[in-house]
């Protein structure tokens, strides 16, 4: 049980570690042949066919969230669910095999089934916090592009320099949308592929109202300005919203943790006190 386990954890840190360790610099992804060797796209094919399209379609999704499609893309997140399979699954027989119980069929299958989830596991923890990076920069980044729209830029070439100046998830995002835009892609197409790649209502009402803008013909700095008090209003709000849960969430440390140690500093000397002098019974 207990290799199976670190085998699992092996495997966990060693996709989290790929994910991670990828290059900052806008790179052209590489072939998915040359990315995943012949047994992987064998057991990507295998793993395809068995598994249901929604849950294919859910791992497309966490790829995208995550942004990783030139580091992970499907077929080799496929070919790790199938990696996973083959390397737990001897274990978990061998276990049953050993215990022959019904405790240990549920393991086993629970350790197969984190060897086949794990690479989703890693995706979706990924994808949480490149998310939770846009939301926390988009307001300082609006406030640029805004400030460069006033200044007498265009919106691309204020989207331009910003790519050019700062390198994060958020700029990797908007410097696809002007690659788009550059490669002829209606501009409305290029912010609705924006808006799926990414899980965030801030930056979805945004590329809306640039849409509705330039369909309107209202000058697009007025709309940025707007947008910009607006994001930063929501994000105070959000900010007052965590400050007031703080005393909620401690309760249960201070009831669990501090209060029975407080009790035991106060109360414990008077009560060995009282057991000394025979009136504790």
Not at 38 to 52: C, D, H
Request: aromatic content about 4%; charged content about 20%.
């Amino acid at each position: 049980m207990l290799v199976s386990f670190v085998g699992f954890l092996f495997l966990a840190a060693a996709a989290g570690l790929a994910l991670e360790g990828r290059e900052r610099r806008e790179k052209a992804p590489l072939p998915v042949a040359a990315t995943v060797p012949p047994m992987g796209r064998r057991l990507a094919a295998a793993v395809n066919r068995y598994s249901p399209a929604a849950s294919i379609d859910r791992l497309r999704r966490r790829i995208d969230l995550a942004g990783a499609q030139a580091t992970w893309p499907l077929e080799r997140a496929l070919a790790a669910r199938g990696f996973g399979v083959v390397a737990t699954a001897p274990v978990a027989a061998l276990w049953l095999l050993v215990a022959r119980s019904g405790l240990a069929l549920v393991v086993g299958g629970a350790l197969v089934a984190g060897g086949y989830l794990a690479i989703d596991v890693v995706l979706a923890r990924t994808g949480r916090a490149r998310q939770q990076s846009i939301e926390r920069r988009l307001p300082d980044v609006l406030d640029q592009i805004t400030t460069c729209v006033e200044a007498g830029l265009g919106f691309d070439a204020a989207l331009a320099r910003l790519v050019r100046a700062e390198q994060h998830p958020l700029t990797d995002e908007l410097g696809r949308v002007l690659q788009d835009v550059r490669l002829g892609v209606p501009r409305a197409s290029a912010l609705d592929a924006l808006i799926v790649r990414t899980d965030n209502s801030d930056l979805r009402l945004l590329a809306r109202a640039i849409l509705q803008a330039e369909r309107l013909g209202t000058p697009i700095s007025a709309v940025l300005r707007a947008q910009s008090d607006d994001l930063r209003h929501r994000r105070r709000t959000r900010a007052e919203e965590v400050a007031m849960k703080l005393p909620v969430k401690m309760v249960v440390p201070l009831m669990v943790c501090i209060l029975p140690a407080l009790l035991l500093v106060l109360v414990g000397p008077a009560a060995l006190r009282l057991a000394d002098s025979g009136l504790g019974g």
